[in-house]
């Protein structure tokens, strides 16, 4: 019986490197969302200061769009930002933004000199980010035209990441 109780830690051992070995094989540039082919999360966000449209739900429904979860303060939206205005000029999907956790001054002051590629944006306090299950800025989610989402980006947008997922999966979506 002891003989057994000598091969108990090289099972665990063998047990716990197994592991390690099939996390080594994972993307780590994917974050799981438990929201993909489920309804976004209801919301209303007040508009911007100065501006007079706020964001909801609602104004997602009916049509394959694109919501962009941003922040003034954040270096990687800056960085994506040019990719966003170039969608938005193509206008093969509508944009959404919601700011997240920013001041409402410095975010108008941003878009006012990035420009402005947002059908509309809602101020996020934090909130609609926690139920939307937001890591961080910028993430990108793609909603159908029945209110679900079918994708999930985080991190900034590039190019390639337009041409080669969102604008297939679009074309997908608006069929």
């Not at 739900?57 to 954040?74: H, M, R, Y």
């Not at 990108?140 to 390639?160: C, E, F, N, S």
Request: hydrophobic residues 45%; contains cysteine.
């Amino acid at each position: 019986m002891r003989r057994w109780l000598y091969l108990l830690p090289v099972a665990v051992f063998a047990l716990v490197a197994a592991g390690f070995y099939l996390g080594l094989g994972r993307d780590t540039d994917v974050l799981p969302s438990p929201l993909i082919d489920e309804p976004a999360p209801p919301f209303a966000l007040p508009p911007l200061p100065g501006t007079d449209k706020g964001l909801a739900t609602a104004d997602l429904e009916g049509q394959v769009s694109l919501v962009n979860v941003f922040a003034s303060w954040c270096k990687p939206c800056r960085e994506e930002h040019p990719v966003l205005n170039a969608l938005a000029r193509s206008k093969r999907v509508p944009i959404y933004g919601i700011d997240y956790k920013d001041k409402g001054d410095a975010a108008k002051a941003w878009i006012a000199e990035l420009g402005d590629p947002y059908t509309r944006i809602g101020a996020d306090d934090g909130r609609v980010g926690i139920e939307w299950g937001v890591y961080g800025v910028p993430e990108t989610y793609l909603i159908d035209a029945a209110g679900r989402i079918r994708w999930k980006h985080v991190g900034p947008l590039t190019q390639a990441d337009i041409d080669q997922t969102l604008l297939p999966l679009v074309a997908r979506l608006q069929k």
